[in-house]
């Protein structure tokens, strides 16, 4: 067996991934974040820093950025996490493996499409562009949805409650995904600003509820009712109980869509206040799943070791139960600084959701499956402590500021700094997967000795 760096952690023994192509996904996933996600993000915060208004960035723009973040960031990181983790779980190959970089291409080629098309806007460059795009993406996406239930349907692992929730979640991407299209294909098609606003307003909170509850929550839910409980030793949920929580989730998904969407074409008040029960549902459902976890103690692993990621995956589900909290309480806030809708309150949500849960929820997991079927050993790494403290110091001063906009403009000169500060985060995390994932990829030639297989994914 080779000698072990001990610097670096790096094992020149690397375990044969299943599907080798995550690296593509997770490669251009971290591009996009990088990119048009805190990157483009960060130039927002410097337009309201200098406008001092939460409102001082085009929609189309904010619609560009959200396009590739969705699908660009958190749904290829979806896709590549997928193709690697599941066939394990379900102890079968993947199933149509070449479909892989087939399905890579027509997601991010659709993905910029649809951003373009935003920036575009009302020129027949952005119509056509949402017609191709749309398309192109609903294909890969379906070819992805095809890939892993034809995976699970010839693996011999029993159908339970975390394969449907993996499912369900997959199958939400199925279904918003040409939503998206339609959305944009309304927006790209309106006559003045203050229709794109009324579309915008009725049709694009409900489809972020699909998207981020739908496919973002359940697939968390699933992945961390497998994973973690192999990872740490917190208490596994019963099957029953996650059963009920695939249930109250989805019924609150659809429930909060429909009731947004029909109070927005009502205009009706009364309406609106039964987006009340889908939120608590939501919000108690993510309770009962996390509170024997114990988020606020320190996690340690089956030996006793307390592992990088555990810190990650703990803040994750806090800030996710923040950003429920927030979203039931946003009617209040908006009645408290009287306005009919808060902008800032409501872009501080979708940030603690995005940033906070789903972001800091994949880093915790990039943090040891990358490393691990890479060859190199999670545990003689470094502890991403600065990543940690980057991230989560700049989300919530980001938050706050955010928050605090509407009422004291000034407050708005802090928004640069905590986009800094995240995108730093972010970019310190990348260059250590990328080193990962480059050290596995040159363990992979027929050159490279062979050694010791290290613990992998669906192992207990």
Not at 23 to 42: D, H, K, P, S, Y
Not at 193 to 198: D, H, L, R, T, V
Not at 304 to 316: H, L, P, Y
Not at 347 to 352: E, H, I, K, P
Request: charge should be positive; include cysteine.
């Amino acid at each position: 067996m080779s000698d072990v760096t001990l610097n670096t952690g790096v094992i020149p023994a690397n375990p044969k991934p299943t599907a080798p192509e995550y690296r593509a996904f997770f490669a251009t996933a971290l591009f996009v974040i990088l990119t048009t996600g805190a990157g483009w993000g960060l130039w927002f915060l410097l337009q309201i820093a200098m406008s001092g208004r939460v409102t001082g960035v085009g929609l189309h723009e904010i619609n560009a950025h959200a396009q590739t973040v969705i699908y660009g960031f958190l749904g290829l990181f979806i896709m590549g996490f997928a193709y690697q983790a599941f066939p394990r779980l379900w102890n079968q190959p993947l199933a149509h493996r070449s479909w892989c970089m087939p399905v890579l291409l027509l997601t991010t080629g659709g993905v910029a499409m649809l951003a373009v098309a935003e920036l575009q806007a009302e020129t027949t460059l952005g119509k056509y562009l949402v017609i191709v795009g749309g398309v192109i993406q609903t294909i890969g996406v379906g070819l992805f949805f095809f890939q892993l239930f034809r995976t699970f349907r010839e693996g011999k692992t029993p159908f339970n409650a975390v394969t449907a929730m993996l499912l369900t979640a997959a199958g939400f991407l199925v279904i918003h995904t040409p939503l998206n299209a339609w959305h944009t294909w309304n927006l790209v098609n309106t006559e003045s600003k203050y229709e794109a606003i009324y579309y915008t307003s009725v049709y694009q909170p409900a489809l972020r509820y699909l998207q981020f509850h739908g496919m973002v929550l359940l697939m968390i839910f699933g992945v961390s009712s497998r994973l973690l409980t192999s990872f740490f030793a917190i208490p596994k949920p019963s099957e029953r109980k996650l059963w009920v929580i695939l249930t109250v989730v989805t019924i609150c998904v659809f429930a909060e869509a429909g009731i947004f969407v029909a109070f927005r074409l009502l205009e009706d008040p009364r309406i609106a206040a039964f987006l009340l029960l889908p939120w608590a549902g939501l919000l108690a459902a993510s309770i009962a799943l996390v509170w024997p976890w114990k988020i606020w103690r320190t996690w340690k692993d089956q030996v006793g070791r307390v592992e990088r990621m555990g810190k990650f995956a703990r803040a994750s589900y806090a800030w996710l139960i923040v950003s429920l909290l927030m979203t039931i309480a946003q009617p209040g806030w908006s009645h408290l600084i009287d306005t009919y809708f808060s902008h800032g309150w409501y872009g501080a949500s979708r940030q603690a959701f995005t940033v906070g849960f789903a972001t800091m929820m994949i880093i915790a997991f990039t943090s040891k499956v990358v490393p691990t079927l890479n060859g190199v050993l999670p545990t003689a790494l470094p502890r991403l402590n600065s990543v940690f403290v980057l991230v989560n110091l700049g989300l919530l001063l980001h938050i706050v500021a955010q928050i605090a906009t509407e009422v004291y403009p000034i407050s708005a000169r802090v928004l640069p700094i905590a986009g800094v500060m995240q995108w730093m985060g972010l970019m310190l995390w990348a260059a250590h997967l990328i080193h990962c994932m480059i050290h596995g990829m040159r363990a992979d030639r027929p050159s490279a000795k062979s050694g010791v297989s290290l613990r992998v994914l669906g192992q207990h």
